[in-house]
């Protein structure tokens, strides 16, 4: 039986899944050209090659476990630094400095990378689920300032976003372009908390 290094079985087994999700990962991030074979990801996360077989049946079904594992947690972190930032308009700094922390760290590599190589309909919709998440604490953060089409809004400060993340994938300093974003979009941000919020006529 093999040696067990975590207090139960399950902990253990809970383990091993984690270091084979983030080994199949790190390998993506760093080859987007393919999907990495079983073998590849059992010997970057120091298993041996069968061992992969007690969690994943294919690399197809290695591949989906990783989409569903990628986008929850990268919605997860971007939600909980906007939780954690106090006006409305430092919420909407959070969502950027967020992602493109999150790009920094070769999240966005990895599910450009499933796009190139995972098949069917389960990354379409994790995906698709991931950016209708995101976009509601975005918009109520927006609306609470009181601008007028916060839906609108919330798309030009993705399209910045985008922009950054290409800046940090191409090679630019991550800290100096979160710096670079923030100083865009603060003033503009800033200033609509100061402006009076509009009241609805009857």
Same mark, same amino acid.
């Given at each position: 039986m093999p040696r067990i290094s975590a207090p139960t079985v399950a902990e253990h087994r809970a383990a091993q899944h984690r270091a084979l999700l983030d080994a199949a990962r790190a390998i993506l991030a760093e080859d987007s050209g393919q999907a990495p074979s079983l073998a590849a990801v059992a010997s970057r996360a120091g298993l041996a090659r069968s061992s992969i077989y007690e969690y994943f049946r294919s690399r197809e079904d290695l591949l989906d476990a990783v989409v569903a594992d990628v986008f929850p947690r990268w919605s997860a972190r971007v939600s909980d630094a906007m939780a954690a930032a106090g006006t409305p308009g430092d919420r909407v700094l959070a969502y950027v400095d967020a992602n493109l922390r999150?790009? +920094?760290?070769?999240? =966005? #590599? &990895?599910?450009? #990378?499933? *796009? +190139? &190589?995972?098949?069917?309909? =389960?990354?379409? *919709?994790?995906?698709?689920?991931? =950016?209708?998440?995101? #976009?509601? @604490?975005?918009?109520? #953060?927006?609306? +609470?300032?009181?601008? @007028?089409? @916060? *839906?609108?809004?919330?798309e030009m400060i993705n399209s910045i976003v985008y922009a950054a993340s290409r800046l940090i994938e191409s090679g630019g300093e991550p800290a100096a372009i979160r710096e670079r974003a923030g100083e865009l979009l603060a003033p503009f941000l800033l200033g609509a908390q100061r402006r009076p919020r509009r009241r609805n006529r009857a």
């Open positions: 999150l790009v +920094a760290d070769g999240e =966005h #590599a &990895v599910a450009r #990378a499933l *796009a +190139a &190589v995972a098949q069917g309909q =389960h990354l379409e *919709a994790s995906s698709r689920t991931m =950016h209708e998440q995101l #976009a509601i @604490p975005l918009i109520e #953060a927006l609306t +609470a300032l009181g601008l @007028p089409d @916060p *839906a609108t809004t919330a």
